[in-house]
């Protein structure tokens, strides 16, 4: 058992984590009475889509895009006891086991990590599975939140000292996408061509995600290497208001206006970063645009800068372009967590030329 830290700038939590495979009801009753929080099992997608895990709800809108599916009890381990509990993970991390062998719903949650893990979505979730991974057992998770015994959430500080209290190691997100970074990457740059535009020749990259297959693009002008912090704008293709955009401050606008941008300083990086198969489904993104009742469409967020999900792959893209100091384009300034993992610095935040608006 290990606890996973986040980054004291994101969520500044910790979880206690153990193999699925391994789990015991002594390590249920330990989450359950010492770390207080909820009991999850973190599995691959792989193994989710083999138990036919469908999403706990069509549209997440978490903030973190934390993936629960529906919730399961083994169908001969039913109940919130401990060892009912341990049994259910373990047989749903047994590839023997089958969708038929569960109910729902139940007393064990599970959790969809993204292909790819920490290197893609820096969270608990991945990283769990990761460790997993890493130390040669089935991809699989038990993670619990720790909380202080008044029920705040328990900080650095606290986890620190509850780890000695316990002789429990304590590892950050940071810490294991560095390892990773060390040894495994997820992108690599496929084709890069010269693009004329309105504000000048940018290098136009291709990466591909090695993990999915799905691939990015990465435009830059100048020399926004070295010691230089470089103006970043990370942008989330969004099909519906990148090609069909409705008024004046639409994604493609805030595209160009983040190009001039850069080339009036001369130099900085956008990423276009294309949404994984099971982010949200374009007819649930279109339907948005249905729903005011007095026929005018009001898209709830057109153009979206960056998401947590998103920056993982994105702060890879940056590395192997040779950045490490950033000052990203966005109305609404947010923290990212694990950025020194990438080693990867936020300097500064400035607003989109032209955009009045928050949260682009």
């Known amino acids: 058992m290990v606890i996973l830290v986040d980054d004291e700038d994101r969520e500044n939590e910790g979880d206690l984590v153990v193999a699925g495979e391994l789990v015991e009801p002594a390590h249920i009753r330990f989450m359950a009475n ?84 920490v290197l893609v ?24 939140e720790v909380m202080n015994p008044d029920g705040t959430m328990a900080r650095l500080p606290e986890l620190l000292a509850f780890g000695s209290l316990h002789d429990i190691p304590v590892v950050t997100v940071a ?24 504000h000048g020749d940018f ?34 293709a969004d099909t519906v208001a990148d090609v069909f955009g409705l008024d004046l401050l639409t994604a493609q606008s805030r595209l160009a206006r983040a190009l001039g941008m850069m080339a009036a300083e001369g130099a900085g990086v956008l990423l276009y970063l294309r949404p994984d198969a099971d982010d949200e489904p374009l007819d649930a993104r279109v339907a948005e645009y249905a729903e005011p009742t007095d026929g005018s469409p009001t898209p709830r967020h057109t153009g979206v800068a960056m998401g947590f999900h998103d920056f993982g792959i994105g702060a890879q893209i940056l590395h192997d372009i040779g950045v490490r100091k950033i000052r990203v384009i966005t109305g609404q300034p947010r923290t990212f ?18 955009d009045a608006e928050a949260g682009t």
């Open 34 to 117: 010492e770390a207080r929080g909820l009991i999850c099992l973190a599995l691959s997608q792989d193994r989710a889509d083999a138990l036919g895990l469908e999403p706990m709800v069509r549209q997440n809108t978490a903030p973190l895009g934390t993936a629960f599916t529906r919730s399961i009890d083994h169908r001969e381990h039913r109940g919130m006891g401990a060892a009912a509990r341990a049994a259910t993970i373990r047989a749903a991390v047994d590839p023997a086991s089958g969708p038929a062998d569960f109910t729902t719903p139940g007393h064990v949650f599970p959790l969809r990590a993204r292909r790819g893990g």
């Open 121 to 144: 979505r820096t969270g608990q979730t991945e990283g769990s599975v990761d460790l997993a991974r890493l130390a040669g057992l089935s991809p699989a998770g038990v993670i619990c």
């Open 175 to 198: 810490d294991l996408i560095a390892y990773r970074l060390r040894h495994e990457r997820l992108v690599t740059c496929v084709s890069r061509a010269l693009l004329p535009t309105a």
């Open 203 to 236: 290098l136009l990259r291709c990466y591909e995600n090695t993990a999915s297959g799905q691939v990015h693009v990465a435009l830059s002008i100048g020399e926004p290497w070295g010691d230089a912090s470089t103006l970043v704008r990370v942008h989330r």
């Open 337 to 354: 967590k694990g950025l020194s993992g990438y080693d990867l610095e936020i300097t500064g935040w400035v607003p989109l030329e032209g």
